[in-house]
């Protein structure tokens, strides 16, 4: 088991493709993650994205989007140790592993939390996502 394994959700009430948006640029991926390289391992579009990650941690991490309700679910997942000097994943002993676990799954809810309030941008559940104004419309 990995030093850092973090499992985080969040309920944002958005459809999938808004919050796809937001993680489809690997700029935003540095913005969002300053720390960690990632690269692509798999582009599920509207469902999510697999990262491999280097840099601070080695491993992988994954944000799955899941259709619920009036918006979406964000699964997150992170699992990983920080890098040896050759690269290679090197396991922490465990009271340090569960330390940065716990700060990897804070950042990681406030993250969930930035784009939940961007992207809703007051929008409650149940609540219909706001009209372009007539004049928007209207071009």
Request: no cysteine; net charge negative; proline share 11%.
């Amino acid at each position: 088991m990995p030093s850092v394994d973090v499992v985080d959700e969040t309920f944002l009430a958005v459809a999938p493709a808004a919050v796809a948006a937001e993680l489809a640029t690997p700029a935003r991926w540095r913005e969002l993650w300053p720390d960690l390289d990632l690269e692509v391992a798999t582009d599920r579009g509207e469902k999510g994205v697999r990262w491999t990650v280097r840099g601070a941690l080695v491993g992988s991490m994954e944000v799955w989007l899941e259709p619920v309700l009036d918006g979406t679910l964000l699964h997150y997942f992170l699992r990983a140790d920080p890098p040896g000097p050759d690269g290679t994943p090197r396991p922490l002993p465990v009271r340090r592993g569960a330390a940065m676990a716990r700060e990897r799954q804070r950042a990681a809810k406030t993250i969930a939390f930035a784009l939940k309030a961007r992207l809703e941008d007051g929008r409650a559940p149940g609540e219909p996502p706001a009209q372009p104004s007539a004049a928007a419309v209207d071009g």
